[in-house]
């Protein structure tokens, strides 16, 4: 590598970067070089000029050393190729000797040396962006969620806002963990309900602890909402759906601040929406049709828990990921309580449990 | 000839503690055109007095919209006065679009004010040379602040910047306790009597001033000429009827002033 960037420091190497130069570094910049190079062919030949005569018994005796060589190691056939290798290195290694010493001194014609360093800039750029692009370099992502959580359903009810989610954690199809906080507190106002990735919840967890300690510590009075965190998890899971690293979660914003409900949701890739109740995952196709059927402005809290626990049951029965172990979360202008985890009463003998194959000819 | 070794430099001390450069950045807000802002419970008015520099000119804008519910009034250097409030524009709308509400002017007015500190702290730099009157509303109620060039800022209820301030500020202080309850017009009002003080006998027309308007409700905005001389016509003040107390109150501004001028000549001014 060093051998070919020092060579590369010679006039006639030129001829290289007329590429560069002819790709609109302008006119001036060749016109700088071939004068640069017709004055250094000036002062070689100034230099050759010197000690004349010694130079031509040097060339001579080169000569006649190189035949002397050649013929006398050339003798014994069978060495011709070693010798001939022999003599390749020794020429090339006196020509870098050179070289080296002829670039050290026209080191103040600097040009081809940029060119140079902006070749070795762009090979590491070319060797990055191999690295990016092939599909099995090593990527620093989450390509893939691997703890999951399943569904939240939160609705909005008299006082405030209800949120229900069970507590399994599935490694694949495994559910692995029986014991995982999907919803929690943040700032006075708000409570957020996440399902997807575990971890990636855990790092938003973080995210909105600095947001909620920047924002106290002004210590004006003012604070976030559920509105504001709302919006600024909407710009997160976009910006990094945006750098092809999405956290891989839906979540659920409720909260009350001043007495205003609000309860909204954000996808993963940055979908976001305010509703009287929402739901992530199963719960939309399972959930949200008894709640657009049931849910009313002025549920009382018993009957905004019996809602809640009438769509858990549901996705109970049929989502193969949930858990009969969940949390309701109340959050009110008076603050969050999140109940103790507990379970739902089942009854698993109906007819279409017992034989669920009957009348779904094919199926197992 | 007399010259004074300390002020070369902005980050240099006197032996007296003062930072000569930063003060006469304070001066320069003492010599542009004068500005009030004053402010009841739910609304804040911010009025200034409009000079052009040549007959042939016209005057430069010195109110500024920065959002929906901040605006500003500047004194001094009128370019400075238009970087600060672009500053202050971009931060409401970045703040907007992280959380979709608007910024609280206590925070903004702390970010401006750490912006005008560092130019008091760096060799290369200099401090601006305007003063700011930020009005706002926000979930705390209304705001007026004022923002200096040393980094400095307070609060207040109402305040009066420029030259021959101190006139509107007499008037303003003498007035100020029932502020808080004023309505909105009332506000306009007795801004529009406190512009009147600064202008030492000139008759107070809709041509030499701007009034603006932000409170509850109602988006900041910049009264037009035909509104203003609408209200100077029907609160009377433009000056000839009232003549004979705006020269008791000018003549009272002016020892006030000349009294003011004396005190900061010993101690450092920097409190204003």
């Keep these: 590598m060093t051998f070919a960037l020092n060579t590369d420091g010679l006039p006639n190497n030129n001829n290289d970067q007329e590429g560069p130069t002819g790709l609109g570094l302008g006119q001036t910049r060749l016109g700088r070089l071939v004068s640069a190079s017709g004055r250094q062919l000036l002062d070689k030949l100034n230099s050759a000029r010197k000690n004349f005569p010694m130079k031509v018994f040097l060339l001579l005796l080169g000569f006649y050393t190189a035949n002397a060589l050649a013929t006398i190691l050339g003798q014994t056939g069978d060495w011709d190729v070693l010798v001939a290798g022999v003599v390749v290195a020794a020429i090339e290694g006196i020509g870098m000797l050179m070289y080296k010493k002829s670039n050290s001194k026209s080191s103040c014609f600097e040009s081809p040396l940029q060119y140079k360093e902006e070749d070795k800039y762009q090979k590491n750029v070319f060797q990055v962006m191999d690295s990016l692009l092939s599909s099995e370099g090593d990527s620093q992502r989450t390509q893939y969620p691997y703890v999951t959580g399943t569904s939240v359903i939160g609705i909005k009810y008299k006082d405030g806002v209800l949120m229900a989610a069970d507590m399994g954690g599935s490694y694949g199809s495994t559910i692995r963990y029986k014991s995982v906080e999907r919803m929690k507190q943040v700032g006075k106002h708000s409570l957020l309900g996440a399902s997807g990735e575990i971890s990636d919840f855990q790092e938003i967890l973080r995210y909105l602890d600095d947001l909620i300690l920047n924002d106290s510590m002004w210590d004006d009075g003012n604070s976030h909402g559920p509105k504001q965190v709302h919006n600024y998890l909407t710009r997160v899971m976009y910006n990094r759906r945006n750098k092809f690293d999405p956290l891989w979660n839906s979540l659920i914003i409720g909260g009350v601040k001043n007495g205003e409900k609000y309860l909204g949701s954000v996808s993963m890739i940055g979908v976001h929406f305010e509703d009287n109740h929402v739901a992530t995952g199963f719960g939309n196709h399972l959930a949200r049709p008894i709640l657009r059927e049931e849910w009313r402005e002025d549920l009382t809290f018993e009957e905004g828990v019996k809602l809640l626990e009438k769509c858990m049951r549901n996705l109970l029965y049929r989502d193969r990921s949930a858990v009969n172990k969940l949390q309701i979360a109340k959050i009110t202008d008076e603050g969050l309580t999140v109940s103790q985890p507990y379970s739902l009463k089942t009854y698993w003998n109906f007819a279409a449990f017992e034989n669920p194959t009957v009348g779904a000819e094919g199926s197992w | ?272």
Excluded at chain 2, 33 to 49: D, E, F, N, P, Q
Excluded at chain 2, 243 to 257: C, F, R
């Design chain 2, 1 to 272: 000839m007399f010259r004074n070794q300390y002020d070369t430099d902005v980050t240099t001390w006197s032996p007296a503690g003062r930072l000569f450069q930063v003060e006469y950045a304070m001066e320069a807000v003492k010599q542009g055109s004068a500005a009030i802002g004053l402010r009841s419970k739910t609304h804040v008015v911010l009025a200034c007095v409009n000079k052009s520099n040549s007959e042939l000119s016209s005057h430069q804008k010195k109110i500024f919209k920065v959002d929906d519910h901040i605006g500003v009034a500047i004194a001094g250097l009128t370019a400075d006065g238009r970087v600060l409030s672009r500053y202050m524009r971009s931060e409401c709308i970045n703040y907007g679009y992280t959380y979709e509400s608007p910024l609280p002017v206590g925070r903004l007015v702390v970010q401006l004010a750490d912006k005008a500190q560092v130019c008091t702290q760096r060799s290369w730099k200099r401090p601006y040379g305007v003063g700011l009157l930020v009005a706002g509303l926000d979930e705390s109620g209304a705001h007026l602040y004022y923002n200096c060039p040393s980094g400095n800022y307070f609060e207040y209820q109402a305040f009066a910047i420029g030259s021959r301030s101190q006139a509107a500020k007499t008037y303003l202080e003498r007035k100020f306790e029932k502020f808080t309850e004023s309505s909105r017009d009332d506000l306009i009002k007795d801004a529009l009597f406190a512009i009147r003080e600064t202008l030492q006998g000139e008759k107070l027309t809709s041509s030499v001033c701007t009034v603006a308007v932000v409170g509850v409700g109602e988006a900041f905005s910049i009264l037009d000429q035909a509104t203003v001389q609408g209200l100077i016509n029907e609160f009377e003040v433009s000056g000839e009827e009232g003549g004979a107390a705006a020269a008791v109150a000018g003549g009272g501004g002016g020892a006030a002033e000349e009294g003011g001028a004396a005190v900061e000549q010993e101690a450092a001014p920097m409190d204003i």
